[in-house]
């Protein structure tokens, strides 16, 4: 066990959390999920009940959808999951504007992702901030390794799914929009994201040591120890995965009692009796 | 019954609107549970919500400038003495100030003020600002319960409760804090006095913890 876990399990009962992420297109759930005893795998409601019975600390829903019309469908679907999950909801993709983060949250979200926007226009955090407070406005961070192999590590953020550089370093971007308000950051290693080869834990500790808001690590996830990992080593408060849960490998249940015999103090009491 | 959960241009109204009417379902409660900034609806009520995120002089400034609602609520609350529940912030708004990078006054109904959580030595080893996730209760050191915690397990064999906050609440009377939770130090979860309570979690987010709350602020007699 690492010091750096023993140090903030001494002093608090506050439990790392795990967060099941699923993508969403015009209100439907893509790449699918695959649970037994589920009607409709693109349906985000019966996904998001799925997950708030098993246990799931929080969800995260991506919208990938492109269209205007498709945003409206999104909110109702928000709505309709808001309305049967007494547990916290992110909403992130897509949002450009003050407006954007209004609107996801009247129809439900507890908290709001900005993504590219923030890149492109960092002052949008700060302005978000101020209106809805900072612990609902989440920034979510795609980065990629720079470096070459002998030189220092370092990272870059990347937009359009991890195609178009930026230029931007990762670390210093997180510190910027923490100080801009930013409640928490997602961070998503475009290395690692589908690969199932675990998480980019040099880029998760050197974003989650330099900045005091919450980290969920995410990218890369394909089994229970990279979980453990994310939280020991790479420093982050919670951890994202989509299709190791998605698919069954593994039941939220399973990863929490498993990072709970590691060590790590989790929630165990969120079941669905 | 009535309730009434103000709408004063902050906070997640609508979680907060379909976890009371879902409590109210489960309970087989009659409770009509609206969201309303109507001066009339805080007078007609018979209990009252101010859910609330965000600054806390930004929530104060949005309760002053909705015309009527400082005063019903004034009326309401301290004078005819509804049962009142303030989340988050809006428990917060209790206190006599708020202390941020702009001071603000609070209501001033249970003395005490509200800073940010010190960030002390801890935290460059992880303990974050916000406060955010799952924590569990406990019982304050004067270890008065409260009736609205009836059959609610607090402690460790608890269920844990969500939090997500970056300021807490210290009331001057240590009796009034009736729940904390350890973070760091111990943090106000949970203040009450006569026909007010407040929560630093959000009960609309804490699954059956937070149903089983709401429902018994709901038929809570104070």
């Known amino acids: 066990m690492s010091q750096f876990i023993q140090a903030v399990q001494q002093d608090s009962d506050l439990k790392a959390r795990i967060i099941p992420c699923l993508d969403v297109r015009d209100g439907r759930v893509v790449k699918g999920v695959n649970f037994v005893g589920l009607k409709d795998a693109g349906d985000p409601v019966e996904c998001a009940k799925i997950y708030d019975a098993a246990g799931a600390d929080e969800l995260c829903f991506l919208d990938i959808t492109a269209s205007v019309e498709g945003r409206g469908t999104l909110l109702n679907m928000v709505s309709q999951t808001a309305e049967q999950c007494f547990m916290p909801l992110t909403v992130g993709g897509g949002v450009r504007a003050v407006d954007d983060v209004r609107a996801l949250l009247l129809a439900g979200a507890d908290k709001v992702g900005i993504n590219t926007s923030a890149v492109k226009r960092p002052e949008l955090v700060g302005e978000c901030a101020e209106k809805f407070g900072n612990q609902c406005i989440v920034v979510a961070i795609d980065a990629k390794r720079v470096s070459k192999v002998g030189e220092a590590l370092r990272w870059e953020i990347f937009t359009h799914g991890g195609r178009t550089a930026t230029g931007i370093d990762a670390v210093e971007f997180a510190i910027k929009v923490a100080d801009l308000g930013a409640g928490e950051i997602l961070l998503t290693s475009m290395d690692r994201d589908g690969t199932k080869s675990g998480f980019n834990l040099p880029l998760t500790r050197a974003v989650a040591d330099a900045v005091s808001i919450p980290v969920i690590a995410s990218g890369g996830v394909g089994n229970l120890d990279h979980l453990v990992e994310g939280i020991i080593e790479g420093h982050a408060s919670a951890v994202l995965a989509a299709s190791i849960f998605h698919f069954g490998d593994y039941t939220v249940e399973q990863a929490k009692k498993y990072m709970a015999s590691k060590g790590i103090s989790m929630r165990l009491d969120g079941y669905a009796n | ?222």
């Not at chain 2, 064999?157 to 009736?178: K, M, R, T, W």
């Open chain 2, 1 to 222: 019954m009535k309730t009434v959960i103000i709408d004063y241009g902050s906070g997640n109204l609508r979680s907060a609107h379909r976890a009371f009417e879902r409590a109210a379902i489960d309970y087989k409660l009659n409770h009509q549970i609206v969201i309303s900034a109507d001066p009339k609806d805080i007078e007609n009520a018979d209990y009252i919500v101010l859910p609330g995120v965000g600054a806390f002089k930004d929530c104060y400034d949005g309760l002053k400038s909705r015309t009527g609602v400082f005063e019903a609520l004034h009326q309401a609350v301290q004078v005819q003495k509804k049962p009142f529940l303030g989340i988050c912030v809006g428990m917060q708004l209790l206190a006599t100030e708020g202390i941020e990078y702009k001071g603000s006054q609070g209501l001033d109904w249970i003395e005490g003020r509200v800073k940010i959580i010190t960030p002390n030595a801890k935290i460059d080893l992880g303990l974050k600002v916000p406060h955010m996730g799952w924590n569990k209760l406990s019982l304050n050191q004067s270890g008065q319960s409260h009736a609205i915690l009836d059959g609610i397990e607090i402690g460790e064999a608890g269920l844990h409760a969500y939090f997500v906050h970056s300021y807490q609440f210290s009331p001057q009377n240590a009796d009034e804090c009736i729940l904390t939770t350890r973070y760091g130090q111990q943090i106000t979860a949970m203040v009450a006095k006569d026909n007010m309570v407040g929560t630093q979690f959000h009960p609309e987010k804490s699954q059956k913890l937070g149903l089983d709350f709401i429902a018994n602020f709901l038929t809570w007699k104070p």
